[in-house]
């Protein structure tokens, strides 16, 4: 099979993988974020900085704001919904 601690050696290099694909992510989230540059880039943005948000504080603040004003554009979007039925 193997041995006890290739569970434990296999854990540690996914963990470091983490931060350099992290970091890919982020960075190619970026370009592809630009204007005029086609491609899902916000998205992977956020799955990079997901993916760091274990190692990095900074990246943890940055998918918390993120998740923040995720819910504060829901809750204007709900509250302009309902005031546009409001008139008809």
Not at 18 to 34: D, S, T, W, Y
Not at 62 to 70: L, P, S, V
Request: net charge positive.
């Amino acid at each position: 099979m193997g041995s006890p601690d290739s569970g434990v050696r296999r854990n540690g290099l996914l963990r470091t993988l983490r931060i350099p694909v992290g970091l890919l992510l982020v960075v190619v989230g970026a370009v592809l974020a630009l204007p005029l540059v086609p491609g899902p880039g916000i998205p992977i943005l956020f799955v990079g900085l997901a993916m760091l948000s274990d190692h990095f504080t900074w990246a943890r603040k940055a998918c918390e704001w993120i998740r923040n004003a995720a819910g504060r554009l829901r809750k204007r979007a709900h509250a302009f919904r309902g005031r546009a039925e409001s008139r008809l």
